[in-house]
Antibody, heavy 129, light 107 residues
Framework: QLQLQESGPGLVKPSETLSLTCTVS??????????WGWIRQPPGKGLEWIGS???????YYNPSLKSRVTISVDTSKNQFSLKLSSVTAADTAVYYC?????????????????????WGKGTTVTVSS | DIQMTQSPSSLSASVGDRVTITCRAS??????LAWFQQKPGKAPKSLIY???SLQSGVPSKFSGSGSGTDFTLTISSLQPEDFATYYC?????????FGQGTKLEIK
């Protein structure tokens, strides 16, 4: 059974870089069938998509965060990571990692239109001095 | 960017009721819409993808419909464990976007 587990510091100082890792177990991050993503949720608010990565390293970022976000993958450790620079109190949130599964297979056998089917439990990050 | 708007923002219902939540996209997204359930302190759980396809293991009391810009999530025969917050999300194009959520409460 696939499981994802977020890890990293729970407290980050303003202007510093937030760094989180998602460890995948029960499946391979190198599978060509899936993408992997990060989502966050500020306290008492809704969900915000941060970005996605493929095992090859191809990435997509939310333009609202693009200048500060880097997502990377380490296939040898079956992990992918999030770095968010120059954080402020507005970056305080629960951060989730998720697997993205294709919702469509074309007649040519290509997969596309990926949705988030398995989520980690989330990790709380507070930005404060 | 595509904006997703859910209605209502909150909803009170009784055990055994059937409820419907609506999600509207600011532009057409075909059927590339997912629904999630979130309980307090827990991660979102995938319920439906491709607007109407049930995620594996999700009971058939949950159903989705719609295409283009207008979508619905229907929950039949509400049970205590169904009271939660529900989110729609479009994955037709980047950046992915979520609705603001609908909190389903016990009347």
């Amino acid at each position: 059974q696939l499981q994802l587990q977020e890890s990293g510091p729970g407290l980050v100082k303003p202007s510093e870089t937030l760094s989180l890792t998602c460890t995948v177990s029960g499946g391979s991050i190198s599978s060509s069938s899936y993408y992997w993503g990060w989502i966050r949720q500020p306290p008492g608010k809704g969900l915000e998509w941060i970005g996605s990565i493929y095992y090859s390293g191809s990435t997509y970022y939310n333009p609202s965060l693009k200048s500060r976000v880097t997502i990377s993958v380490d296939t040898s450790k079956n992990q992918f990571s999030l770095k968010l620079s120059s954080v402020t109190a507005a970056d305080t949130a629960v951060y989730y990692c998720a697997r993205k599964k294709p919702s469509r297979i074309t007649i040519f056998g290509a997969a596309d239109y990926y949705y988030m089917d398995v989520w980690g439990k989330g990790t709380t990050v507070t930005v404060s001095s | 960017d595509i904006q997703m708007t859910q209605s209502p923002s909150s909803l009170s219902a009784s055990v055994g009721d059937r409820v419907t939540i609506t999600c509207r996209a600011s532009q057409g997204i075909s059927n590339y819409l997912a629904w999630f359930q979130q309980k307090p302190g827990k991660a979102p759980k995938s319920l439906i993808y491709a607007a109407s396809s049930l995620q594996s293991g999700v009971p058939s009391k949950f159903s989705g419909s719609g295409s283009g810009t207008d979508f619905t999530l229907t929950i039949s025969s509400l049970q205590p464990e169904d009271f939660a917050t529900y989110y729609c999300q479009q994955y037709n194009s980047y950046p992915y976007s979520f609705g603001q959520g609908t909190k389903l409460e016990i009347k």
